[in-house]
């Protein structure tokens, strides 16, 4: 019953804002490293940004630092990303997914499909003029 559930991608020019969010079910958030991985064409898995546990812990890639931020609503149990100075390279299909604590520890920069347990099914980020 684990679900992850991304919105809030779509279309936007260089220096403009996004925020992406993921809801998900069936488990609690403070027990897992959450992490935001995109995909553009012809380009490797790339590991952007994760927060974990119950301090909510985060970790950048470093060409987002100061850009991106992570957060986390227990409420809500839904995390997100908030993406600010939007760049053409930026550019992709960014995917929530959920692993183990561990994982907090490789997630940024190259990830393969096996680092994570559950994924959702992404949401389209275009940064173009």
């Known amino acids: 019953q684990l679900q992850l559930v991304e919105s809030g991608g779509g279309l936007v020019q260089p220096g403009g804002s996004l925020r992406l969010s993921c809801v998900a079910s069936?488990?609690?958030?403070?027990?897992?490293?959450i992490g935001w991985i995109r995909q553009a064409p012809g380009k490797e898995r790339e590991g952007v940004s994760c927060?974990?546990?119950?301090?909510?812990?985060?970790n950048y890639l470093d060409s987002v630092k100061g850009r991106f931020t992570m957060s986390k609503d227990n409420a809500k149990n839904t995390v997100y990303l908030q993406m600010n100075g939007l760049k053409p390279e930026d550019t992709g299909v960014y995917y929530c997914?959920?692993?183990?604590?561990?994982?907090?520890?490789?997630?940024?920069?190259?990830?393969?499909?096996?680092?994570?347990?559950?994924w959702g099914q992404g949401t389209q980020v275009t940064v173009s003029s």
């Open positions: 927060i974990s546990g119950s301090a909510g812990r985060t």
């Open positions: 997914a959920v692993g183990p604590l561990r994982t907090y520890y490789y997630c940024e920069g190259y990830v393969p499909n096996s680092l994570y347990d559950y």
């Open positions: 069936g488990f609690t958030l403070d027990e897992y490293n």
